[in-house]
């Protein structure tokens, strides 16, 4: 079987600092994570057993989760970032706040509130419950979110918007939504904030081989693998999958070319080990 890893793979910088930064702690009593940290619950799962505990709730918002960390204890910002009301509530609580915010991320925040402080009215394209989109948009309630092109049709877009996005948007995805409000008004200000991250690896999926099967490995919570995903799916038949279990029982008959991506926040070591498998059919 021809097997080609398409690079890069790994973490990104910004995972890689917010693992960095959590596991430097000096660990003598828990640590609490606001959500997940990275969205890769093998990662999730190796921090817990480091003593940092990840508080999560179905559907609750990083300001209700907030409750649910004890007084006087110590609270990581995961690398999506948080709002400014997040800040102020673990400060309240009188909480060691370590923020693990990507740089990227902050680059969105920094945006926005440039433009809000210019009186733009500011439009975000993100996903709706996603912690990223929470944060950028808890900068302030005169910011619109954008989480379906149709949303586009419900704003009028003056000529003092401004519109910014997610980090892990994906390219073309991102074009049509560009295209769509541009229509309205040519005279909107659009900044494109997809992380470098981001962009390489999308980048390195398109321009890939033809192969009989895409493997793409990441948590199916994690955007930037879902991206990828979506992205190896037009090229030729895609499968995702966290780790080497969910391939254990896959029937590799009739695939000869394997191309395989990882997301942002896969461990190397799951995907190393998933090519190793696959070299012994
Ligand atoms: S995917 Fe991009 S924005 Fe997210 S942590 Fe990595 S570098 Fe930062």
Do not use: W
């Not at 541009?182 to 991250?197: D, Y």
């Not at 080497?244 to 461990?267: Q, R, W």
């Amino acid at each position: 079987m021809d097997i080609l890893r398409i690079e890069p793979q790994g973490f990104c910088r910004g995972v890689e600092m917010a693992i960095d930064k959590s596991l430097n702690l000096k660990l003598n009593k828990d640590v609490y994570c606001l959500g997940a940290l990275i969205h890769n619950s093998i990662m999730v799962e190796r921090l817990k057993e480091k003593g940092i505990l990840t508080i999560s709730k179905k559907g609750a918002t990083r300001l209700e989760l907030l409750d649910l960390v004890p007084n006087n204890s110590t609270v990581i910002i995961s690398a999506h970032g948080a709002s400014p009301a997040v800040f102020e509530k673990a400060r309240e609580k009188g909480l060691n706040i370590v923020d693990a915010t990507c740089a990227f991320v902050y680059r969105t925040h920094n945006e926005i509130k440039k433009y809000l402080s210019l009186g733009y009215d500011i439009y975000y394209i993100g996903a709706k419950g996603h912690a990223e989109a929470e944060g950028a948009c808890g900068i302030s309630d005169k910011i619109h979110l954008i989480s379906s092109i149709d949303d586009i049709d419900s704003y009028e877009f003056k000529d003092n918007s401004f519109v910014i996005n997610q980090t892990t948007m994906s390219l073309f995805d991102i074009k049509d939504f560009h295209e769509r409000i541009k229509a309205k008004n040519p005279n909107v200000l659009i900044s494109n904030t997809i992380c470098m991250a981001t962009t390489k690896r999308q980048e390195a999926v398109i321009n890939a081989r033809p192969c009989d099967l895409f493997i793409v490995v990441g948590d199916k919570m994690s955007s930037n693998t879902g991206k990828l995903y979506k992205l190896a799916s037009n090229k030729s038949k895609a499968i995702m999958v966290e780790s080497l279990d969910e391939l254990l029982s896959y029937d590799f008959s009739g695939i000869n070319t394997i191309n395989i991506t990882s997301g942002a926040s896969t461990p190397k070591d799951v995907v190393d080990r998933i090519i190793d498998y696959l070299n012994t059919k």
